[in-house]
């Protein structure tokens, strides 16, 4: 992560960034809200997600013998005792999708059948009048490519239909 001449403001600013996460990387592998604080399967998940993106091989980040994928799938039972859970599920499975994970078959569980058993006949995903997991659900299906499926036209729609002339929501 050593700046050179030829990086830009830009290239350094995410060297940075990623410099930070890393440091928030615990010996279990996993990863917490800062420094100081335990890793959770949300934290992780969000990491994970950002290192992928910057190109970071989520594998190759091992801490004692465990990497961030690793974590996840050791602790996917949190998904069950969380808040909001299908957000949850949401931003877990984009984390699995961006670590080259098939989320279709993580330890003989479909998440995508799972995703798209939070749509309604609405098109509304997940909570009544919540449109933040709808976010998370959405982008995880369209990580497992599944950006054409009905649970996503029929969100895309019910969303479309909740934005305010100002364009939000």
């Keep these: 992560l050593a700046a050179n001449a030829m990086d830009s403001p830009a ?17 279990d592998g996993g990863f917490g809200a800062d420094q100081e604080a335990a890793s ?5 998940s969000l990491a994970a997600i950002a290192l992928a993106a910057s190109g970071k091989n989520l594998s ?3 801490v004692n013998g465990t990497d961030p994928l ?9 998904l ?10 949401g931003r877990y499975v984009v984390a699995l999708a961006a670590g080259g994970l098939d989320p279709r078959n993580v330890s003989g569980i479909d998440y995508v059948s799972i995703l798209k058993g939070y749509s309604h006949p ?3 995903l997940g909570k009544e009048n919540y449109i933040w997991d709808d976010a998370w659900v959405l982008m995880a299906l369209a990580a497992c490519n ?24």
Excluded: F
């Design 11 to 27: 290239d350094m600013a995410i060297d940075s960034a990623i410099g930070y996460l890393l440091s928030c990387q615990n010996q």
């Design 40 to 44: 959770d399967i949300k934290d992780t």
């Design 60 to 62: 190759a980040l091992a």
């Design 70 to 78: 690793q974590y996840l799938l050791s602790h996917q039972e949190e």
């Design 80 to 89: 069950d005792n969380s808040s909001n859970s299908e957000a949850q599920t």
């Design 122 to 124: 609405n098109g509304e």
């Design 146 to 169: 599944e950006s054409h499926s009905g649970e996503v036209m029929g969100a895309l729609d019910h969303l479309k239909h909740l934005q305010s002339a100002k364009g939000g929501w």
